[in-house]
């Protein structure tokens, strides 16, 4: 290959051939990832999974019609002619992106999926010039524009609206058991528990580089300890709480992050300055944990910020007590 020759050919100078090949390639693909998506939900969310495999067949359906005219005009051997092959051309996401995501984030994905073959339909049937198959990409087109209407269809038949609002509270609880409530703990113990330790090196020393080595050391241990604990104690099978990698990763960034809050101000040589900057980010922490309290945790505003505050205000208290003293 000549150096600083495309690798990839452009759609518009694709022949009729390679765009039936690109077609059944793709069709085999959505096909593909139909199934990936319905086995990977099969075990928790079976009604959505039975709308994947409906899916899937339409698929099917398409790429039997392409092959079929395929083999009318050109004959049975289909050149290979993928997506990555064609210069900015649609893409997929790779799988393990979107199976590990939410269940409503894996339907819109769907949806997005449809309304891109639409489009490659439309393109393609604009640039074909045989009168059977430019009908029957553009019959494709019009099946790929009623597909999310028949996506909507398949979740009427497939997923009932009581089926999906039994899953979608399903998928809401495990992700607040596997991401918000690790996170949120984490939060609070990062943001409080390192308050005191911080500001009493603050007001022991006045200095900000020493308090800002104390800070890192409080907020990163913090971090660890707390995400091994909570990947360690519990393994999720029977308390339900979702991968102990996940609610580790969660609990130790979140302690890291409230930690390392009110601790990089001191960053800032002046030490007054950073310590004013300090509070005001230790203000924004609180209210920002009240706030995950009562949006998640259903918790009432005033209750999560009184109960917050008050703690916090206590451990910033001692800290500052006892680095004055």
Do not use: C
């Amino acid at each position: 290959m000549l150096p600083g020759r495309p690798t990839r050919k452009r759609f518009k100078d694709l022949t009729e051939q390679e765009i039936l090949a690109l077609a059944i390639s793709s069709e085999e693909d959505d096909g593909r990832i139909y199934r990936s998506y319905a086995e990977r939900l099969r075990a928790e969310y079976p009604d959505t999974a039975a709308m994947f495999d409906a899916m899937a067949r339409e698929e099917d359906v398409h790429r039997q019609r392409l092959i079929d005219r395929h083999i009318v005009r050109f004959g049975t051997h289909i050149p290979l002619v993928r997506r990555e092959h064609v210069a900015g051309f649609y893409q997929r996401k790779p799988l393990w992106l979107v199976e590990n995501l939410g269940l409503s984030r894996i339907r819109s994905e769907a949806e997005a999926m449809e309304r891109q073959a639409e489009r490659f339909y439309l393109s393609a049937a604009a640039q074909t010039s045989d009168a059977e198959t430019r009908k029957l990409l553009g019959d494709l087109a019009a099946a790929e524009a009623v597909h999310t209407a028949k996506a909507v269809d398949l979740q009427d038949s497939h997923l009932p609206a009581e089926a999906r609002d039994s899953e979608d509270r399903d998928a809401h609880r495990k992700f607040v058991l596997t991401w918000v409530q690790p996170g949120l703990a984490g939060l609070m113990d990062g943001s409080v528990s390192t308050l005191a330790p911080i500001f009493a090196t603050a007001f022991a020393t006045q200095d900000p580089h020493t308090t800002l080595l104390v800070g890192l050391a409080a907020a990163i241990g913090a971090g660890i300890s707390m995400g091994f604990t909570e990947a360690a104690h519990d393994d999720g099978k029977i308390s339900g709480r979702g991968s102990p990698l996940k609610r580790g990763l969660a609990s130790g960034i979140m302690t890291a992050v409230g930690g390392l809050g009110h601790a990089l101000p001191y960053l800032i040589p002046d030490f007054w300055t950073a310590t004013t900057l300090a509070m005001i980010v230790v203000f924004i922490e609180l209210w920002a944990i009240a706030w995950i309290q009562n949006r998640y945790m259903e918790t009432p505003f005033f209750r999560a910020a009184v109960q917050v505050v008050l703690g916090g205000a206590l451990v910033f208290g001692a800290g500052v007590l006892i680095g004055g003293g």
